[in-house]
């Protein structure tokens, strides 16, 4: 039989190494998956390279993991936000590297790593210090630069509603790199804020097919990651 | 005593107006962050415009009245917005194969410079140190069909932000066709930039003068 439902955050991510390449979904933080962020804080893997829009707000989600020094690369399109000082500071120190990709070159550099494309073309950047020390080439007399697929460990992913299977829905602009960063990750772990059984959600509208998920944990009631930044909150809680 | 110059031009709600004027019933647009959210709200009656947002919408709606803000109903500037009845929600890689693949019709954008050639900069200056952040311009001007770029004439310093060529890292080379200023409308065309509308009180020599790249008349 096939369950991919674990009981809890901490066992979701139990696996996940040190040195470990990971997908974090959200924009902001819609789609932030922080309750498996913040499981990953309590595991503690280090040396991570982590793969995500942009690089969290205040001292909780993905800002508080940058902040316990297990990320050692950023690989993201927009590493500033409102309320964002911890990736800042450790960039200035120089202890934290950055990979800055133009967003749809990292979504599709997510998308082909997921389809088994290696690398692809793109005229995004062309002409800019993003595309220095790329592969170019001409087609049809326009310009392109060579993107590498971006493979992963591992993902993390908030979703709306899964099954047992990993069929999962999400929820209005909070699915914006979920369903990518599902399909490109050895290992994808994804926190849903329902679990329903299987048939429960039709399968005319199954936005990731199951399987492309690995494990799947319900987390009812996840934080706001901008309440907690509004209560100054911070994790872990000292 | 130095005289003190009465402030001529558009502001930045005509600056908006203009730009609005110019997006064709039933146009797929994409807004910038900042000025360009101003054109939503002077699309001329009796057309529709349907707006995308990269993050993952197309049929984005106002913002929300106080107490009913979702954090995950956002625009690309984090905002919270909302979704008009028939609009859609879709992944990253959707969402720039519409950007990407030519689909959507215009995207307005704001500018630290652009040149006579259309060459945009608005992403960095390049100051050494600061940290880079690009988001979706790159893609958004290799991709999208028609490029409006909307922005103050001058900087702060009184600097011209139309110039022969940028000094500040691009965002794209060739991309922008349309300029929308306090102080005029430019075409940039094969043949250089063409003045397409003068702010009132405007005259040609008043904007060349202000300019820092060579203006054509029509």
Known sequence: ?238 | MPIIEKKIGWDRNQMAQKAAFDIPDGSYVNLGIGMPELVAGFVPEGREVIYHTENGLLGMGQIPENGKEDPELINAGKKCITAIPGACFFHHADSFTMIRGSHIDICVLGAFQVSEEGDLANWSTGKPGAIPAVGGAMDLVAGVKTIFVITQHLTKNGDSKIVEKCTYPLTGKGVVNRIYTNLAILDVTENGLFVRELAPDVTFEYLQQNTGARLNQY
């Open chain 1, 1 to 238: 039989m096939i369950n991919k439902i674990v009981k809890s955050a901490e066992e979701a991510v139990a696996d996940i190494f040190d040195g470990a390449v990971v997908l974090i979904s959200g924009f902001g933080e819609a789609g932030s998956p922080i309750e498996l962020i913040h499981a990953l804080i309590d595991h503690g893997a280090k040396d991570l390279t982590v793969i995500s829009n942009n690089t969290g707000s205040g001292h909780v989600g993905l800002a508080a993991l940058i902040e316990n020094k297990q990320v050692k690369k950023m690989i993201c399109s927009f590493p500033r936000t409102a309320n964002s000082t911890v990736f800042p500071d450790l960039y200035y120190k120089k202890e934290i590297e950055l990979e800055l990709v133009p967003q749809g070159t990292l979504a599709e550099r997510i998308r082909a790593g997921g389809a088994g494309i290696p690398a692809f073309f793109t005229p995004s950047s062309v002409n800019t210090p993003l595309a220095e020390g790329k592969e170019a080439r001409i087609f049809d007399g326009k310009t392109y630069v060579m993107e590498h697929a971006i493979k992963a460990d591992f993902s993390l992913v908030k979703c709306k509603a899964a099954d047992r299977y990993g069929n999962l829905t999400y929820n209005k602009t909070a699915r914006n790199f979920g369903p990518i960063m599902c399909t490109a990750a050895n290992t994808t772990i994804v926190q849903a804020k329902q679990i329903v059984e299987p048939g429960e959600i039709d399968p005319e509208i199954v936005v990731t097919p199951g399987i492309f998920v690995t494990k799947v944990v319900e987390v009812t009631n996840p934080e706001a990651e901008s309440k907690l930044v509004a209560e100054d909150r911070r994790y872990p809680c000292q």
